[in-house]
């Protein structure tokens, strides 16, 4: 048990930083509530919040526990008792000292990761390396460690660096955004406006000990940072008055008071910070110009790596308070707890950005998401570093091979085009200007000087060799263009405007995709050279608003798709772009495992993958299905429709399985068929639309049960536009677009009069919509977990046999899904070779075609090696019902290994072979 997690973080993050506030100005009677002693009512009450399961009694001898922490002393030298310390005494148990980096002991990184997703890590490595460097009389001038740290371990670390590849990684959502985004708030506190965070229905982090706004307290950190940097650097800068008395006028107020106080004074405290950035402030190249970024990133901290340099001045700034501190500096002392509540209030933010909430879902991640960069403004060097730092950070130390750069494309082409050109041109000459990545020690003499040269001033100045090894860069990243799941804006709608609207399912989304997929078309037509960064295609988002019969058309029409006229051969400008490979986020988040499989199979069936595409997450096809449905009481909540869709796709799947041992629990599922059939489909006569067929109450669907096979083989059209059956321009297949609207497939039966009546009734008849729509609360039972189960084992080796890889994200499923435990994630029920020598443990799993990823690393506050890191130590503490281990450690690095190379084998990209060990 990490006995000092919670206690770090009820001290570090969950405080009311107004309350330290107050007490300091001798505002509030709290009067040990500082840096140097703890409140125990409200500790106490702080940690029982966090953990439910701690006891008052727990609690009171945690708080006893904690106070000892506070002291620190070193070869007879007592420090001074503060919260501070606690930060030594832990990282010490965490962290070891490598001089220029930092690293986690590879033991203890579990205990690691759930700390520090709550508190940001520089938290921990400014103060370990401040006090360590003061034991030792270093001053120290690097601020350059890994943006994420890694683990000590060395061997996994050799493994690794023979090459893997990303082949889940959404290009925005890898950035250390919240680092950018807090160096762009505390150097422009109007940029605190550009993200609303607050009202209750934005708020993603629960204020366990008050209620704070975001917008004003990013003002007064803003302004505490200015009073800390000033108290440090007084010699450069005396001026210090008049922010102290601003600080103190805005803690005396309170309410509306307090929030018009902060508008009030904030010109005064963005010119107290201009005029710092102006005095202290480093210059950087952005655009041909010198800008200062930070005036905490001053001259005499040495910046030579591009992966941290935005934010170096951050942690400069943490590590001189710091050093402060532990020197007890007298003067600083005095405001040392202005920086514990800057502490504390930097922590409420990045909860804000950084995911770390325990709610399950994808709708929580996609809140987190969302606001990636809503506090970055435009055309600043800060937006603009957000791709490239995305790349950059991960191969900084790490021998990644191949990138998968996800994006959202337009409905432009040329807004493609410039979308990718820009792009590349932003990663490919922040990657070059770096002096230390795997990418240029591939070719390039790191001891050899090199100016660094904005993308405009490299075009006219640089060598022609130069250009040509920044070109090369891009040959170690492509793209994939995601399009978004979008809610379909006419559902649920009354059964009356159903009726009037006469519109199919995502008829909007339809629309738009057919713009996505005819750009991209024709960027590959006319400018295959930018076409040819594009290798694949994928949609993501939230699963639950769009399933995959919506995409079928776009898929189809862009997989297929060969170019005309092949320019690039003919102009002997390189090889032929190839066709398009797919992915698609299918099965991360569900209502009901059935849903996530079906969901699954639908994915496969009506986008036809194949070979060399692949599915993102896909967690249905290992989930622990009584597990899964145990947390849910076994009742989950869909609407009617979703229901019927599932029983009978279930039903089919038993019977096309060959599943035995299953006549008695088809029966009873044909129960619940003809249940919902009946209540969706049947007797509403008089609500039908008729489209196009010339007698409605001919229909022979609403007159009574259809078979469930006929049920099904309806099913089976979904993946095809609906205007292909009521339109005869549509069906006479004069562009290729309309060629792509039906899936061709011997065993679909597509001029069947019920068959198609079924169909057509699903997308546009008022009453099966406006009864589908209807939720009910449907309860698992027994029978109906045996039946998933095996369904699930049998699509397990379809998907195999297909050849479709699956892009396992282990921190990402953690904290979306439900299982939160890297030793439970369905990687491990979906592939096992070499984690057992037992014949019938192999045998029992389908061996799937798996990677380790990162999804949004930014988001996720992640790394490639990490998360293999984190999958290996949870393995390795697995242990068994006797409390044996449950897998061998040298048959884990065999089992990750493996893992590592069906990565390389995953990417869309042909290997270069000589570039790993693999």
């Not at 979906?830 to 014949?839: P, S």
């Amino acid at each position: 048990m990490d006995i000092l997690k919670t206690p770090l973080i009820a001290i570090f993050k969950e405080q009311d930083p107004y309350r330290i506030l107050e007490n300091y100005f001798k505002f509030d009677d709290f009067k040990d509530n500082n840096y140097t002693t703890l409140n125990h009512n409200v500790f106490k009450d702080l940690c029982q919040q966090i953990e439910a399961q701690y006891s008052k009694d727990d609690v009171e001898n945690l708080y006893y526990i904690v106070k000892d922490n506070m002291q620190k002393e070193v070869q007879g030298h007592d420090f001074n008792k503060s919260v501070f310390n606690l930060l030594i005494n832990y990282s010490e148990k965490m962290l070891e000292n490598q001089g220029n980096n930092v690293k986690c002991r590879y033991k203890d990184l579990l205990k690691w990761r759930m700390v520090v997703l709550k508190l940001d890590q520089d938290l921990f490595i400014t103060s370990f390396l401040a006090f360590k460097d003061l034991l030792i009389h270093v001053e120290r001038e690097y601020f350059d460690w890994d943006t994420i740290i890694k683990s000590n371990n060395i061997r996994l670390h050799n493994m690794l660096s023979k090459g893997m590849a990303e082949n889940h990684f959404h290009l925005k959502g890898s950035a250390p955004n919240f680092k950018l985004s807090w160096v762009s708030l505390m150097n422009d506190i109007n940029n605190r406006k550009l993200c609303k965070l607050d009202g209750k229905s934005n708020r993603l982090e629960k204020d366990l000990e008050g209620t704070i706004i975001i917008e004003d307290y990013i003002a007064i950190a803003a302004l505490i940072r200015a009073i800390l940097f000033i108290e440090i650097n007084k010699e450069g800068y005396s001026s210090q008055r008049k922010t102290m008395d601003i600080l103190k006028s805005i803690i005396s107020s309170m309410g509306d008071e307090n929030k018009e106080l902060i508008s009030f004074y904030s010109s005064d405290i963005q010119t107290e910070i201009k005029t710092l950035k102006f005095i202290f402030g480093s210059d950087l190249r952005y655009k041909n110009n010198n800008v200062k970024v930070d005036y905490a990133l001053t001259n005499d901290i040495k910046t030579q790596d591009e992966a941290t340099i935005l934010f170096q001045g951050e942690r400069a700034f943490m590590y001189k308070c710091f050093q402060k501190i532990y020197k007890g500096d007298k003067e600083f002392m005095e405001k040392a707890d202005l920086f514990y509540a800057y502490i504390i209030i930097k922590n409420k933010v990045r909860g804000e950005l950084i995911q770390q909430n325990n709610r399950v879902g994808f709708a929580n991640f996609a809140d987190y998401h969302d606001r990636k960069t809503g506090y970055l403004k435009k055309n600043t060097i800060l937006k603009d570093a957000v791709e490239p730092l995305a790349i950059l950070t991960s191969i900084k130390n790490q021998n990644i091979l191949s990138i998968e750069a996800r994006v959202i494309p337009s409905e432009s082409k040329q807004e493609n085009i410039n979308l990718i050109k820009n792009t590349d041109k932003l990663i490919c000459n922040k990657i070059y200007n770096d002096r230390d990545n795997f990418w240029r020690k591939e070719y390039e003499d790191l001891n050899k000087p090199k100016k660094e040269y904005s993308i405009s001033e490299r075009e006219i100045f640089a060598s022609e060799e130069e250009k040509k090894e920044v070109k090369k860069l891009i040959d170690n990243y492509f793209y994939v263009f995601h399009f978004p799941k979008i809610k379909d804006p006419l559902e649920r709608k009354t059964e009356e405007e159903f009726y009037f609207l006469n519109r199919c399912r995502h008829y909007k989304s339809r629309k738009q995709l057919k713009k996505f997929g005819t750009a991209i078309y024709k960027m590959r037509e006319e400018n295959q050279e930018i076409a040819s960064r594009v290798l694949g295609i994928d949609a993501c988002s939230n699963e639950m608003y769009t399933r995959p019969e919506v995409y079928g058309q776009v898929f189809r029409f862009l997989k297929g798709h060969l170019a005309i006229n092949d320019y690039q051969r003919q102009f002997g400008k390189g090889k032929s772009i190839s066709k398009l490979r797919a992915t698609y986020h299918v099965g991360e988040d569900f209502l009901d495992v059935i849903d996530g499989l079906r969901a699954i199979d639908e994915a496969k069936t009506f986008l036809n993958l194949t070979h060399g595409d692949r599915l993102g997450h896909a967690i249905a096809l290992g989930i622990d299905v009584e597990g899964w449905y145990r947390k849910k009481s076994f009742r989950i909540y869909l609407s009617k429709q979703e229901i019927l869709d599932n029983v009978a796709w279930l039903i089919m799947k038993i019977k096309s399985f060959n599943i035995q041992k299953c006549s008695d629990i088809i029966d009873k599922l044909m129960a619940i068929y003809n249940k919902y059939y009946i209540e969706i489909y049947t007797n509403k006569r008089e609500g039908i639309f008729s489209y196009n067929i010339k007698e409605s109450n001919t229909l022979e669907t609403d007159k009574t049960v259809i078979p469930v096979d006929t049920y099904m083989e309806a099913w089976k059209l979904r993946g095809d536009n609906p205007e292909y059956y009521i339109d005869k321009t549509v069906q006479l297949g004069i562009s290729y677009w309309d060629r792509c609207a039906q899936r061709k497939s011997d065993n679909i039966i597509g001029d069947n009069k019920v068959i198609v009546e079924l169909y057509m009734r699903y997308h546009y008849d008022a009453k099966v919509k406006a009864n589908g729509y209807k939720n009910a609360v449907f309860k698992i039972e027994p029978y109906m977990i045996y039946a998933i189960k095996e369904v699930q084992k049998c699509m397990q080796v379809s998907i195999r046999e297909c050849g479709i890889g699956i892009e396992c994200n282990p921190s990402s499923n953690v904290l979306i899904s439900n299982f939160k435990r890297y030793d439970k994630h369905p990687i491990l029920n979906m592939y096992n070779l070499g984690l057992t020598i037992d014949e019938n443990k192999a045998e029992k799993l389908p061996q799937m075609f798996v990677s380790i990823n990162t999804d949004d690393q930014g988001v996720f506050d992640t790394l490639l090696e990490n998360e293999y890191a984190l999958m290996g130590i949870a393995l390795e503490k697995a242990k068994d019902k006797d409390g044996n281990p449950l897998y061998n450690q040298s048959m884990i690095y065999d089992w990750l290994d493996r893992v590592r190379g069906m990565g390389l084998e995953q990417s869309f990209r042909i290997m270069n072979n000589s570039k790993s060990r693999y």
